[in-house]
């Protein structure tokens, strides 16, 4: 009798080692996507997004400048070369929340078949999200927007800001000739 109850606890432990394996191996193997991952930082008050966590009024980081290489560093987000993102935090008296505005490269291919290098196209953005300069022709790339309740990091809606799909392609405050998006 007690060699069974030894076999009978063994295999039950066995068999709880065996489904904690493979469940923390599931988790490993399903990486988060890129919105998803901006939504886990939000949610965990992640110091990481800095000075749009500490904002008290609307504030944007743009790929292509410092503050958002350290962004994405810091968050350990995963954009690819050609990626094209803003993050922003949008507080007015009716609103709070943040977005995600995000071209894929590697879905939409190279951002050059859309923009170009024409001494007249001058689209630049201010950290405010505010468009600064606007001369020459409106360039739009596809990208999608992701939007954050601030406190759980929650998507609160997704989508594309027209129904072209696409957005605004910018210059990137400070940073010379990088394109973002907003």
Not at 17 to 27: V, W
Not at 61 to 74: F, I, K, M, P, W
Not at 86 to 104: F, H, W
């Amino acid at each position: 009798m007690g060699d069974s109850i030894r076999t009978v606890f063994n295999n039950a432990g066995n068999l709880m080692e065996n489904g904690a394996s493979k469940s923390s191996s599931k988790e490993e193997e399903e990486p988060l996507s890129i919105p998803d991952l901006v939504g886990r930082a939000i949610a965990e008050r992640n110091g990481g997004l800095g000075s749009l966590l500490l904002a008290g009024s609307t504030h944007y980081v743009y790929s292509g400048t410092d503050e958002g290489t350290q962004l994405a560093e810091a968050l350990n987000i995963p954009f690819h070369q050609g990626d094209i993102w803003s993050v922003g935090r949008e507080i007015t008296s009716k609103d709070d929340y943040y977005v995600l505005a995000y071209y894929s490269a590697a879905e939409n291919g190279p951002v050059s078949k859309h923009a170009v290098s024409s001494p007249g196209w001058n689209w630049r953005v201010k950290s405010s999200g505010e468009i600064s300069t606007q001369s020459g022709e409106h360039i739009s790339v596809p990208a999608r927007y992701y939007v954050y309740d601030p406190v759980t990091g929650k998507q609160i809606t997704s989508g594309y800001y027209s129904s072209q799909k696409t957005a605004t392609l910018v210059y990137a405050p400070g940073a010379g000739k990088e394109y973002t998006i907003r």
